[in-house]
């Protein structure tokens, strides 16, 4: 994998959360923030962590965070300091930036200031958390579009011994299995006569109806 340099803004539980899994990736993030005590938390985490306002573009520039290639905002709720980094941060020319919106708005100015994905956590979670409620196999899915979402199932005890042509999944609900990851590793494009294990996890694509036929009926 590439070694990219990222620069965080804001090191709260987000912040700090997204700039230790960057570390444990292998990556380099310069960790900013205007309160001591959070740089301190994260001093011998990050790569650097530095004391300063992130709304004052000589720091900025001192610390040379154009060179970046993503800068991400995670301020909590001071939506103007948010805004004005943001701002700065494309300013400066960082490749990517990425920030955390509180609400809906907060998210549609930071897209207008040109910010290339905005994240809403809080709003997020929420929305996954109650789809993991009323599907208990489900691990994780993606929304490809309005319509079509990949869903990570784990594969329950009544399937296991099960072949695909036996469960059939695309005559039967529209949907296919692109994968199956087996501890002994990932089948991509499994075919036919492979074989569902017990807590196999299986990669399914298809509109969310068909997902959700596909799990009320077989699982
Ligand atoms: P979370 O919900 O992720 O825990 P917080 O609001 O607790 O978010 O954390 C946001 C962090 O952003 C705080 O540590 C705060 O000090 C920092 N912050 C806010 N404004 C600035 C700024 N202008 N420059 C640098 N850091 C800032």
Redesign the pocket.
């Given at each position: 994998m590439k070694l990219n340099q990222f620069v965080i803004?804001?090191?709260?539980?987000?912040?700090s959360s997204v700039g230790k899994e960057l570390m444990q990736l292998g990556h380099e993030v310069l960790g900013?923030?205007?309160?001591e005590e959070?740089v301190d938390d994260m001093s011998n985490i990050l790569t650097h962590a530095v004391v300063?306002?992130?709304?004052e573009e000589d720091v900025l520039r001192s610390l040379g965070v154009r060179n970046f290639d993503c800068g991400v905002v995670?301020?909590?709720?001071?939506i103007q300091?948010s805004i004005l980094?943001a701002i700065l941060l494309k300013d400066l020319g960082v490749k990517q930036v990425v920030a955390k919106a509180l609400s809906e708005l907060h998210g549609r100015v930071l897209e207008k200031i040109g910010v290339d994905r905005v994240i809403y956590p809080e709003r997020d979670m929420g929305i996954r958390v109650a789809h993991q409620l009323v599907s208990p196999n489900l691990l994780d899915y993606i929304e490809l579009s309005k319509d079509y979402t990949i869903a990570e199932l784990t594969v329950p005890k009544c399937l296991s011994g099960v072949s695909l042509q036996e469960l059939n999944p695309r005559a039967r609900f529209g949907c296919s299995i692109v994968a199956i990851n087996k501890p002994q590793g990932v089948i991509i494009a499994p075919t036919a006569t492979d074989v569902l294990s017990e807590r196999d996890v299986m990669v399914i694509i298809g509109t969310n109806d068909q997902i959700e036929d596909f799990e009320e009926t077989v699982i």
């Open positions: 803004i804001g090191l709260g539980r987000f912040g900013i923030d205007s309160n959070r300063a306002d992130a709304t995670a301020i909590g709720d001071d300091n980094t």
